[in-house]
């Protein structure tokens, strides 16, 4: 690791032991030490995924101290039970307003959920809901509203079933502030900062639970590459940014953001509720217009995130020095039925065969040494080239003439040219109709956020398809 922390390296020594145990010592009061053993996320929105029993026996290979899933799916529970793993699982957005409007749902819940495997399965956590404020539909707001009252009753039934020791938080993102930056300016979106956050703090506070936020360093960083230094969002180099609110002098973009978080708390006035990242990692691939999302990026930032979450003594944030991050890495696997732009598909540590696309070792205790060579960095530059969108060789035919429908019938004139008598007609080829058809879409969404995707349909190029039109 070239990192240049100070405390990164003393892993071995004898000082760790006597430290942890003074802080465990302080520590009893209200938040129990927690460990520092790394998680990883557990997503399965691909097809041909290996089994869930397979899945966990990865897992356990990989060692990671924890296992966060996006449900509650019982036979993966049942099939965790009796390992060491911990577990945090999640209640679907959709059930949250009802959990909220009614004790007897949460109640319910937790019976079917949660009492037949625990403990043998190790349940430590239960998000309710998954990044909810990060919708806005009046649907949303209307689940925002209830967020907090779900939380309450589903913490309620497991008090009544003696299950004191499983926490309940909710996984939110960091578009839950409207200011991140310099770390001390942080503060909570005004429409959620007093009737959302503000109870939902009080509700963590009061039951010695954690902030559970997704961070992606990869994000700023890549919308925004020429402000942000790539060394500082990989924790690599030697950058310091001094913050001149506070003082404190960073040398990573994850502490920032971090930081940021723990500045909008402490201004209202929770200085103390400790944070989980539920979701960080490093895109291995995308599209050929997203910058940086690759395996020699993707295996510097994990390995690196590893080794300082791990580290003994834990070294915090600047603001909050000492204290453990319990981290999630995303995401155990590639998910091919992700949709959006390349990189979402791309999060894996694994392919989707279960095969590892670089080393990695959560538990922390390899070295960079110890890793076989990575390959060299492409695309930390942004691509200058031209770059349509066109239909993917082994696309289904079917399925291509609805998508060649839906991209003709946005935007304005899409596929005019494609009329008969006019000069794109010719051949007619539905290949070729639905390559222009989405490039003529894309030059059109594209700057909105839209992407060259259409289920897998379509794929990006350098090659000017040019001959076809
Ligand atoms: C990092 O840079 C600072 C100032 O630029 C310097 O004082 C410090 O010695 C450097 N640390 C390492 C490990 O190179
Ligand atoms: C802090 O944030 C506010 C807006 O929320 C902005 O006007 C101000 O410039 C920021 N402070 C610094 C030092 O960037
Ligand atoms: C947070 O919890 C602590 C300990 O339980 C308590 O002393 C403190 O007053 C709480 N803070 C707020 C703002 O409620
Ligand atoms: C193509 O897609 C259609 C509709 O989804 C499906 O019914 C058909 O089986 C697919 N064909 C092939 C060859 O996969
Ligand atoms: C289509 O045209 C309308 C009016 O001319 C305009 O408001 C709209 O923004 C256009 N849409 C696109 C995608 O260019």
């Known amino acids: 690791?070239?990192?240049?922390?100070?405390?990164?390296?003393?892993?071995?020594?004898?000082?760790?032991?006597?430290?942890?145990?003074?802080?465990?010592?302080?520590?009893?009061?209200?938040?129990?030490?927690?460990?520092n053993k790394i998680g990883i996320n557990y997503g399965r929105f691909g097809n041909n995924l290996p089994s869930p029993y397979r899945s966990i026996e990865i897992i356990k290979s990989m060692k990671a101290g924890r296992v966060k899933l996006y449900d509650s799916d019982h036979e993966v529970l049942k099939l965790l039970s009796g390992t060491k793993l911990e577990v945090s699982i999640m209640i679907p957005n959709s059930d949250i307003i009802n959990l909220g409007l009614e004790q007897t749902s949460a109640d319910q819940w937790v019976e079917d959920n949660v009492v037949p495997y625990y403990p043998a399965t190790m349940i430590r956590f239960i998000l309710v809901g998954n990044r909810v404020l990060s919708h806005y539909s009046d649907h949303d707001r209307e689940i925002w509203?209830?967020?907090?009252?779900?939380?309450?009753?589903?913490?309620?039934?497991?008090?009544?079933?003696?299950?004191?020791?499983?926490?309940?938080?909710?996984?939110?993102?960091?578009?839950?502030?409207?200011?991140?930056?310099?770390?001390?300016?942080?503060?909570?979106?005004?429409?959620?900062?007093?009737?959302?956050?503000?109870?939902?703090?009080?509700?963590?506070?009061?039951?010695?639970?954690?902030?559970?936020l997704n961070v992606y360093p990869y994000?700023?960083?890549?919308?925004?590459?020429?402000?942000?230094?790539?060394?500082?969002?990989?924790?690599?180099?030697?950058?310091?940014?001094?913050?001149?609110?506070?003082?404190?002098?960073?040398?990573?973009?994850?502490?920032?953001?971090?930081?940021?978080?723990?500045?909008?708390?402490?201004?209202?006035?929770?200085?103390?509720?400790?944070l989980v990242i539920s979701e960080t990692g490093w895109?291995?691939?995308?599209?050929?217009?997203q910058i940086g999302a690759n395996v020699h990026n993707a295996a510097t930032y994990n390995r690196n995130l590893i080794g300082r979450m791990t580290a003994n003594p834990p070294l915090g944030t600047p603001a909050r020095p000492g204290v453990v991050i319990p981290t999630?890495?995303?995401?155990?696997?590639?998910?091919?039925?992700?949709?959006?732009?390349?990189?979402?598909?791309?999060?894996?540590?694994?392919?989707?065969?279960?095969?590892?696309?670089?080393?990695?070792?959560l538990s922390g205790e390899r070295?960079?040494?110890?890793?076989?060579p990575l390959p060299v960095t492409q695309n930390n530059e942004p691509y200058r080239g031209k770059i349509w969108c066109v239909a993917a060789a082994e696309a289904n035919l079917t399925e291509l003439g609805s998508a060649l429908n839906f991209a003709c019938n946005q935007g304005n004139g899409t596929c005019?040219?494609?009329?008969?008598?006019?000069?794109?007609?010719?051949?007619?080829?539905?290949?070729?109709?639905?390559?222009?058809?989405?490039?003529?879409?894309?030059?059109?969404?594209?700057?909105?956020?839209?992407?060259?995707?259409?289920?897998?349909?379509?794929?990006?190029?350098?090659?000017?398809p040019g001959n076809l039109f």
């Not at 939380?151 to 409207?178: C, E, F, G, H, P």
């Not at 913050?243 to 002098?249: A, E, I, K, T």
């Open 416 to 464: 005019a040219a494609l009329a008969p008598s006019r000069e794109c007609y010719q051949p007619v080829s539905l290949v070729r109709h639905a390559s222009y058809a989405f490039s003529s879409y894309w030059v059109q969404f594209r700057s909105l956020g839209a992407s060259c995707y259409f289920n897998g349909l379509a794929v990006q190029t350098t090659t000017d």
């Open 145 to 212: 509203r209830h967020l907090v009252p779900a939380m309450r009753r589903v913490k309620a039934a497991l008090r009544a079933r003696y299950m004191r020791n499983i926490k309940v938080s909710t996984s939110l993102a960091m578009d839950i502030l409207q200011s991140t930056f310099p770390p001390s300016n942080g503060t909570f979106r005004s429409d959620v900062s007093a009737n959302v956050v503000a109870p939902l703090m009080h509700f963590l506070n009061s039951t010695n639970s954690y902030l559970f």
């Open 367 to 372: 070295q960079e040494s110890d890793y076989r």
């Open 328 to 361: 999630f890495i995303y995401s155990l696997f590639d998910e091919n039925q992700k949709a959006g732009i390349g990189t979402e598909r791309h999060w894996g540590l694994l392919r989707q065969d279960g095969t590892s696309i670089y080393d990695i070792d």
């Open 283 to 289: 895109p291995n691939s995308g599209d050929l217009d």
């Open 1 to 35: 690791m070239k990192s240049s922390f100070p405390m990164d390296n003393k892993r071995s020594s004898a000082k760790p032991l006597l430290f942890c145990l003074i802080m465990s010592c302080l520590l009893v009061g209200s938040w129990a030490q927690i460990s």
């Open 219 to 274: 994000f700023p960083w890549s919308t925004n590459p020429k402000d942000i230094s790539l060394d500082s969002a990989l924790f690599e180099g030697n950058v310091s940014y001094k913050d001149p609110g506070s003082g404190l002098v960073y040398n990573n973009l994850l502490d920032q953001m971090l930081d940021s978080i723990n500045f909008a708390m402490e201004k209202l006035g929770y200085p103390n509720v400790p």
